[in-house]
């Protein structure tokens, strides 16, 4: 027993002294390697509307609306053909056999609306699997830009604060700036520095998971080179586009087929069960939901289009206040810089000057972002939509 104890204590020693020899985690570890892969906005979408799972997946998808359709189809076919033989036989006969009350012919016309609503949408489907692959490009993209984006700016930033504390510095040599002047600059920079350790790990991270979505190796040396700028929005009218979300989307050809089921069952219950059968209420509480979102759709639709187009003209509102407070502080910058040099002002409002700056740049990458992808839903939300139909 002493000899095993002893064996496990020289392993645990073991382990403990390989553990301590692991390197400390460090940045410098994470290398994006091989010949640099640049990337814009249009071929990102065009490579994943054309190859990869996704792309494959809305194939897949398409084929199997297809074998469901053909389902109704055959499914329609056979009960047909069964109630066609059941009324060329005597009902003596149909009963003797166990068939009687086994088939009604309300089933027969509800295969036949569902066959027949499932084959007029498979293109509608398509489309709609299409428009929601092509909107996880965009947002794939612009999540991605958006921390390439942030982590230049704080290398910008950690110059600018590596600048700040060279005055400083040289400043507080010639006995023109306080100790304290100095520990400020230098803790400025610190934060400066930790900030930018923060934004490259969000890079990295969505670096990482862009190479993935995009079925290049993880640590793939991708860089997007897309401009930010706010991208054209349609020039439709506000009456027009909500008449084409109505006339388009899928959303009102779900609801019409099941308005239209529902009324055909509520109908045929009506004139075969009487008014006080759990099947009559239970047909009438399905009929009545039904009406009720059928009515209401047309309505909701044009809620949905109008909040996005006033959306739209808030974003871009956003937009161009975020480009003007750039600007600004940008400014406001460069003189606190001169004054601080000149002792006209103190190092605290240089250092509010610059804080000022990151936000307003930050808060500009985030408006054009959010303004182009909201676009892109407008524009798909005019149409098919992105969600599809249930067959």
């Known amino acids: 027993m002493r000899k095993f104890l002893s064996f496990i204590l020289t392993i645990v020693m073991a382990f403990g002294c390989t553990a301590a020899v692991f390197a400390e985690p460090s940045m410098d570890n994470m290398v994006f390697t091989g010949e640099e892969i640049a990337l814009d906005l249009e071929t990102v979408v065009n490579q994943i509307m054309t190859s990869g799972t996704g792309i494959e997946m809305v194939e897949i998808r ?3 609306d297809k074998a469901i359709a053909e389902g109704y189809a055959d499914s329609y076919q056979t009960l047909k053909n069964t109630m066609d033989l059941m009324n060329k036989m005597p ?4 009963a003797a056999m166990g068939m009687a009350g086994q088939i009604d012919g309300i089933d027969e016309v509800i295969l036949k609306k569902t066959r027949d609503f499932a084959r007029t949408n498979l293109d509608r489907n398509y489309q709609a699997d299409l428009n929601s692959l092509e909107a996880s490009a965009y947002s794939l993209y612009y999540q991605t830009l958006q921390a390439q984006e942030f982590y230049k700016i704080r290398e910008e930033s950690v ?4 600048n700040t504390y060279d005055v400083v510095a040289k400043k507080y040599s010639l006995g023109a700036a306080s100790k304290l002047e100095l520990l400020t ?4 920079l610190t934060s400066a520095k930790s900030d930018l350790v923060s934004a490259k790990t969000a ?5 990482m998971n862009f190479n993935m979505q995009m079925g290049y190796d993880l640590m793939a040396n991708t860089v997007l080179t897309q401009e930010i700028a706010m991208v054209e929005a349609p020039e439709v009218a506000l009456e027009e586009a909500i008449a084409s979300a109505i006339a388009n989307r899928n959303e009102v050809a779900q609801v019409n087929f099941g308005y239209d089921v529902q009324n055909t069952m509520w109908i ?3 004139l075969v069960t009487g008014y006080n059968s759990a099947n009559y209420q239970k047909q009438k ?3 009545l939901q039904m009406e009720s979102t059928y009515n209401n759709l047309n309505t909701q639709l044009e809620l949905g289009i109008r909040a996005e187009y006033m959306g739209l003209a808030a974003k871009k509102q956003a937009v161009e206040a975020a480009e003007s407070t750039v600007a600004l502080a940008s400014t406001a910058y460069r003189i606190q810089t001169i004054s601080y040099n000149l ?5 605290n409002d240089l250092e509010n000057t610059l804080t000022q700056l990151n936000g307003a740049k930050l808060a500009k990458i985030s408006a054009v972002c959010d303004y182009n992808q909201a676009v892109q839903t407008f524009i798909f939300d005019m149409g098919v939509g992105t969600n599809r139909i249930s067959l």
């Open 62 to 64: 398409k084929l199997s």
């Open 91 to 94: 009902f003596a006969t149909v």
């Open 159 to 162: 110059v600018n604060a590596q």
């Open 185 to 188: 600059a230098e803790n400025s």
């Open 203 to 207: 890079y990295y991270s969505a670096r």
């Open 268 to 270: 045929h219950t009506k």
């Open 285 to 287: 509480a399905a009929f």
């Open 343 to 347: 002792g006209a002002c103190t190092l």
